[in-house]
């Protein structure tokens, strides 16, 4: 069965510190892969997407994910995080095994202080 | 709309009453998706439909939920004789079709059974 496991549930970085968020899924086909974020007290939203191409994607507010098809990851990096970065976010993999569905991940809680 | 619609926003219940959450996604939406939050559970699927039909009810916990598309858009999702355990924000998403197009999240329905 596919799977997405997110190894860092509750990060804490001071304001301007780099993040680098881990995600690993467990499918063998073809893959669509998806960082959602839930900023306090709103709906998730979509941070990036990769369906083909370039591995190296850039999503919305600096964010950028790299997906390794030998290491079936797709971590989701920030140079630099600023406080309203605070947020839970969640990796996804689009699964085309059967029907249709996203499957995604525990999440990760990101605090950074100010 | 604008935007996925989910009604009520918040449900408080009583053990052994049945419930129903609604589901508005945005218009043109094909597949449209059910997923339950837990603290620390991340997101569980619970059903995708496509158009009317539901290809994969699979995540559907018990008999005691259901769920149905009406004219290829509203959902409702029914969860009969609740228990504490059903206690969740229940989310929804719609995407424009089944082949991964971004999926676009509700702000879902906080359910609290006492």
């Known amino acids: 069965a596919q799977s997405v496991s997110q190894h860092n549930h509750h990060v804490i970085l001071s304001e301007a510190a780099s993040l680098e968020l881990g995600c690993n899924y467990s499918?063998?086909?073809?893959?669509?892969l998806f960082w959602y974020v839930q900023y306090p007290g709103q709906h998730l939203q979509l941070l990036l997407k990769?369906?083909?191409?370039?591995?190296l994607v850039k999503g919305i507010k600096g964010f950028e994910a790299e997906f390794i098809k030998s290491k079936f990851s797709f971590n989701l990096r920030k140079p630099s995080v600023q406080w309203s970065d605070t947020a839970e976010y969640f990796c996804?993999?689009?699964?085309?095994?059967?029907?249709?569905?996203?499957?995604f991940g525990t999440g990760t809680r990101l605090k950074v202080l100010a | 709309g604008a935007g996925v619609s989910q009604s009520p926003s918040n449900k408080v219940t009583e053990k052994g009453k049945d419930v129903e959450l609604r589901c508005d996604p945005i218009?043109?939406?094909?597949?449209l998706y059910w997923y339950r939050q837990s603290l620390g559970q991340g997101l569980e699927f619970l059903i995708y439909?496509?158009?009317?039909?539901?290809?994969?009810k699979s995540g559907l916990p018990s008999d005691r939920f259901s769920a149905e598309r009406t004219g290829g858009s509203v959902s409702t999702l029914t969860i009969q004789r609740t228990q504490q355990e059903d206690s969740a924000v229940y989310l929804c998403?719609?995407?424009?079709?089944?082949?991964?197009?971004?999926?676009?999240f509700g702000q879902g329905t906080r359910l609290t059974v006492v």
């Open positions: 998403a719609s995407s424009r079709d089944r082949g991964f197009a971004e999926a676009f």
């Open positions: 499918y063998g086909g073809t893959v669509n």
């Open positions: 990769y369906f083909s191409g370039d591995p």
């Open positions: 996804a993999v689009g699964s085309t095994s059967g029907t249709y569905k996203y499957i």
């Open positions: 218009s043109g939406h094909t597949a």
């Open positions: 439909f496509q158009g009317n039909s539901a290809p994969d």
